[in-house]
C-alpha cells in the first residue's frame, strides 16, 4: 500500500509534524511505502528522514496544480491528512477556493483527528475572544477518523467511524546511560532533579493580530513569572531545562540551574525527554506530554478553568481552591481578565471537555489547577523528591500505558481503516 501524507503544521509546529512521520514510520515497518506534502518551515525534519517529500509552500506553481501534480505522480492508494485541521487551515490561507479539491481524484482520504471533531461545536473558544469562527464539517462525511492515542480516547467513538492508534512506536524510557550523559552534558550531579519544560514560538505572542487576542498576549507574556515563582521555591539541586524560546521571567532563577537550549534534533530530544525527573506542560494536547506518558517520565498538566475578571471572581475561586498565596492575588490583580484555558495561551477550555470527558489519559499525569500555588509547587516537589509520590504516579502511567498496548500494531489499524474505505491491496 502506497500513502500520500499531507502534514501542514501550523507556525511549524513539531508535535504535529511528529504526528505524521511518527505513523509513517510506524506503517513502513509494516511494509507500507509513504510519500510527503509539507512546509518549507519544517522541511529540515524530512531532509533528515527517509521519505520522499514535496514542499506546497513557496512553490511557483498555484497550490492546485502542485496537488494535482503530485497526487498523479506518486499515484497513492489512500491520502493522510495529518491532520484533518491544519489541512483545511492551510488550504484557506492558501487562498484555495474549495479545500476539498483532492476529492476529484477519486483517492480515499484518512484523516487523522486530533480533536475528536465529531463531538465538538466545531469552533474554538479563544482567551479573550470567546468562540471563534466555525470550523470546517467536512469530516462528518468522511467514514473514518484516524484517533492517536494519546491524545483520543481509546474507543471508536459515537459514530463507530474512529480508528485509535498509538501515536508513537514504543520509545526506550530511561537509561541511565543516556540520562549520565545528559546529566553531564548540563553539567548536573547524578543526585540532582531535571524540569523539562517545552516551549513553542505559538505560546509566545508578540502582537494582537487576527489569530490572538490581547489576553492570549498577556498571558504568553506573564504566566512565564509564576511558573519562574514557583520553580523558585524548589530545592537547590532541581535544574530547569528550557526546549525553544527563552522566557524572560526565567531569568530570576539562579542561572546555574537554568538551562535553555535552542530546538534539537529528533534523537536529542528523546534523550532529553526519557531523561527528565517531571515534564512540565501548559497544554493539554501536546505531544511531548503524550510521549513522556508513554516512556514512564513524569508529566504535571496546568490548566486554568476559572473565568477571573474582578474581586468577587477571585473570591470564588479562592474559596474553592482552599486559599490564594498573595503572590498569586497580587499577580492576578495586574493580569485579569482571565479565562479559562487547557492549551496555554489561546484557551481552547470548553472545545477540549468532550475530548476530556472519560479519558483515561489524564489519569496517567499529574493535573493541577495554575492559580493554586501550594498544590503546584508541593505537586512537583513530591514528584522531583517524593520515592512515594513518584511511585503511585508511576502505577498510573502503567496502568494507562496498558491499555495502550493492548491496541493492535499501528499498521493492522491503518490497514483496516483503508479497507473500509475499499483500499484493494490495504
Known amino acids: ?85 491544519n489541512f483545511w487551515g492551510h488550504m484557506v490561507r492558501s487562498g484555495v477556493d474549495d479545500p476539498w479539491f483532492i476529492e476529484k481524484h477519486g483517492v480515499p482520504l484518512l484523516p487523522i483527528d486530533m480533536w475528536e471533531w465529531e463531538n465538538t461545536a466545531f469552533a474554538y473558544d479563544f482567551c479573550g475572544r470567546g468562540w471563534g469562527r466555525e470550523y470546517d464539517r467536512h469530516i462528518l462525511d ?8 494519546p491524545i483520543a480516547h481509546l474507543d471508536p467513538g459515537p459514530s463507530g467511524r474512529g480508528y485509535p492508534y498509538r501515536i508513537v512506536a514504543p520509545e526506550p524510557g530511561r537509561d541511565e546511560r543516556t540520562r549520565a550523559k545528559v546529566f553531564a552534558e548540563l553539567g548536573l550531579s547524578p543526585s540532582d532533579r531535571m524540569v523539562l519544560i517545552p516551549v513553542s514560538s505559538w505560546q509566545q505572542p508578540k502582537e494582537v493580530t487576527r489569530q490572538t487576542t490581547d489576553m492570549m498576549v498577556r498571558l504568553g ?38 538551562h535553555v537550549l535552542a530546538p534539537t534534533t529528533p534523537d536529542r530530544y528523546h534523550a532529553l525527554l526519557s531523561s527528565a525527573d517531571l515534564l512540565l506542560s501548559l497544554s493539554m494536547n501536546a505531544v511531548t506530554l503524550a510521549r513522556a506518558v508513554l516512556m514512564g517520565t513524569p508529566g504535571m498538566l496546568l490548566t486554568n478553568r476559572f473565568t477571573l475578571t474582578g474581586e468577587q471572581s477571585v473570591a470564588d475561586m479562592e474559596q474553592e481552591l482552599g486559599g490564594l498565596s498573595e503572590t498569586v492575588r497580587s499577580w492576578l490583580g495586574k493580569v485579569m481578565p482571565i479565562d479559562p484555558f487547557r492549551h496555554w495561551p489561546k484557551g481552547l477550555y470548553h472545545f477540549v471537555e468532550p475530548l476530556v470527558q472519560g479519558n483515561g489519559y489524564l489519569s496517567a499525569m499529574a493535573h493541577e489547577q495554575l492559580f493554586d500555588e501550594k498544590a503546584v509547587v508541593e505537586g512537583m516537589r513530591g514528584i522531583l523528591y517524593e520515592p512515594a509520590v513518584r511511585a503511585r504516579l508511576a502505577e498510573a502511567q502503567s496502568r494507562y500505558v496498558r491499555s495502550v498496548d493492548a491496541l493492535p500494531p499501528t499498521h493492522e489499524v491503518i490497514r483496516a481503516a483503508a479497507g473500509k474505505l475499499g483500499v484493494k491491496n490495504a
Open 1 to 85: 500500500m502506497k500513502l500520500l501524507h499531507f502534514s501542514l503544521p501550523v507556525l511549524g509546529g513539531y508535535g504535529e509534524t511528529f504526528v505524521g512521520l511518527s505513523l509513517a514510520g510506524q506503517l513502513a515497518d509494516g511494509g507500507v511505502q509513504n510519500h510527503f506534502v509539507t512546509t518549507k518551515a519544517v522541511e529540515p525534519l524530512f531532509r533528515a528522514g527517509r521519505y520522499p517529500f514535496h514542499i506546497i509552500d513557496g512553490d511557483a506553481r498555484p497550490v492546485e496544480r502542485l496537488v494535482d501534480e503530485v497526487i498523479n505522480d506518486v499515484r497513492p492508494d489512500a491520502i493522510v491528512l495529518a491532520d484533518y485541521t
Open 142 to 149: 468522511m467514514d473514518v477518523h484516524l484517533r492517536p492515542v
Open 221 to 258: 507574556e506573564r504566566v512565564p513569572e509564576l511558573l519562574a515563582h514557583y520553580l523558585r521555591q524548589l530545592p537547590d539541586s532541581t535544574h530547569v531545562v528550557v526546549v525553544g524560546p527563552m522566557l524572560e521571567p526565567f531569568t530570576t532563577l539562579p542561572a546555574e540551574r537554568l
